[in-house]
């Protein structure tokens, strides 16, 4: 007993006592374990054994035989690791798997076997073969309107391409059970026989919606932030304009300040040669009453004296009054020419103001 696997000694004499106690016979001794060889390694042995018992069933005598299945057993046990493997990685994966095989070559031939993964169901919200079988309609009918075309095509010239060199790798939307179309990313690959017929296809699909939508949100940003560029662009223009045209009025303001206090200069000065005149009027006047004064005193020999001492007296009257009226219009033109400065200082300051704060922008 000593050779036995410790994890399969108490099992294995288990199996057996039960197999010499059943006196119905029925029990059967055919189980596998491992056995102790004599280099020390443990193998796999499948033993099997049969009793002659009496009539009542009690054993007499047992015989058996011993298998050396170890090779066999490894092989078995690497398959089951890898369907293990498989399964576990499939239920890890992202991506969702796919195959075809094509029968005698024909892409579109009615009899292609397709196999949708677990992983491919799931990922489209479908549960088993019930509600998504292995056709090809049944990813194909789910394909965008906008997209089935394109995708179809795509897949046709990577599988007829003999060559091998036309890949299967685009990104289509995909409509799920509950209707809603997410964006995938479809890749394949394609075995081939010695004149490039395809004879299988393979692929995954991979749920690329959030990443689209990010795309699609930084090209909104990234346009409307140009937009919003191109806007402030034209108001910096404006600005600059407005600065320009305010500079300019500031400019025309004071060439319009310099000839309103020029055109004070020359008023005061013309009201100077008008007083000069107003002067000499009244001396004249004031000569032509002394001259009539004479003249009368004359007597006849004054009359024509006289009358030239009245003219001149008139002229001196016409005079001061036309003096007069130069004044007023002068005083008029004074006033008025204080009040256009007033305003041009004021609007000069305005316009120095926003000339500053345009330049500041």
Same mark, same amino acid.
């Given at each position: 007993m000593r050779i036995l696997h410790p994890g399969d000694l108490d099992w294995a004499l288990e199996s057996f006592g039960d197999h010499l106690i059943d006196h119905t016979g029925k029990n059967p001794f055919d189980i596998e374990y491992r056995v102790r060889f004599k280099n020390g390694e443990y193998?796999?042995?499948?033993?099997?054994?049969?009793?002659?018992?009496?009539?009542?069933? &009690?054993?007499?005598?047992?015989?058996? =035989?011993?298998?050396?299945?170890h090779d066999k057993k490894m092989k +078995?046990?690497?398959?089951?690791?890898?369907?293990?493997?498989?399964?576990?990685?499939?239920?890890?994966?992202? +991506?969702?798997?796919?195959?075809?095989?094509?029968?005698a070559g024909d892409v579109v031939n009615p009899n292609n076997e397709f196999w949708w993964s677990p992983q491919f169901r799931k990922t489209l919200g479908f549960k088993d073969e019930t509600d998504f079988p292995n056709v090809m309609s049944s990813w194909s009918d789910r394909l965008h309107p906008e997209d089935t075309e394109r995708v179809i095509q795509a897949f046709a010239a990577h599988l007829n391409d003999y060559t091998g060199k036309t890949p299967f790798d685009l990104n289509y939307r995909l409509q799920l059970k509950n209707g809603e179309y997410r964006w995938f990313h479809a890749g394949g690959e394609t075995i081939r026989d010695a004149k490039g017929i395809p004879l299988r296809v393979a692929g995954t699909i991979h749920d690329i919606t959030h990443e689209r939508n990010k795309e699609h949100i930084v090209e909104t940003m990234t346009s409307r932030m140009q937009e919003l560029s191109n806007s402030i662009e034209e108001v910096v223009r404006g600005i600059s304009s407005i600065t320009n045209d305010a500079q300019d009025l500031?400019? =025309?303001?004071?060439?319009?300040?310099? =000839?309103?206090?020029?055109?004070?200069?020359? =008023?005061?000065?013309?009201?100077?040669?008008?007083?000069?005149?107003?002067?000499?009027?009244d001396q004249t006047n004031l000569l032509g009453l002394n001259a009539a004064i004479e003249s009368a005193r004359a007597g006849e020999l004054?009359?024509?004296?006289?009358?030239?001492?009245?003219?001149?007296?008139?002229?001196?009257?016409?005079?001061? *009054?036309?003096?007069?009226?130069?004044?007023?219009?002068?005083? *008029?033109?004074?006033? &008025?020419?204080?009040?256009? &400065?007033?305003?041009?200082?004021?609007?000069?300051?305005?316009?120095?103001?926003?000339?500053?704060?345009?330049?500041?922008?």
């Open positions: 193998r796999w042995m499948h033993a099997t054994g049969a009793t002659i018992r009496d009539v009542n069933g &009690l054993p007499l005598k047992v015989a058996g =035989a011993l298998f050396d299945i +078995e046990q690497q398959l089951e690791d890898l369907v293990t493997r498989y399964d576990l990685i499939n239920k890890a994966l992202v +991506e969702a798997p796919w195959d075809m095989t094509v029968a500031v400019a =025309a303001q004071e060439q319009s300040t310099n =000839a309103a206090i020029k055109a004070k200069s020359s =008023a005061d000065e013309t009201q100077n040669i008008s007083n000069f005149i107003k002067g000499i009027a004054g009359c024509g004296f006289g009358v030239v001492a009245d003219e001149v007296r008139k002229l001196a009257i016409n005079s001061a *009054e036309a003096t007069g009226n130069i004044e007023s219009s002068l005083n *008029e033109m004074k006033n &008025l020419i204080e009040i256009i &400065l007033t305003y041009m200082d004021k609007i000069s300051s305005l316009a120095q103001n926003q000339a500053a704060l345009c330049k500041n922008q």
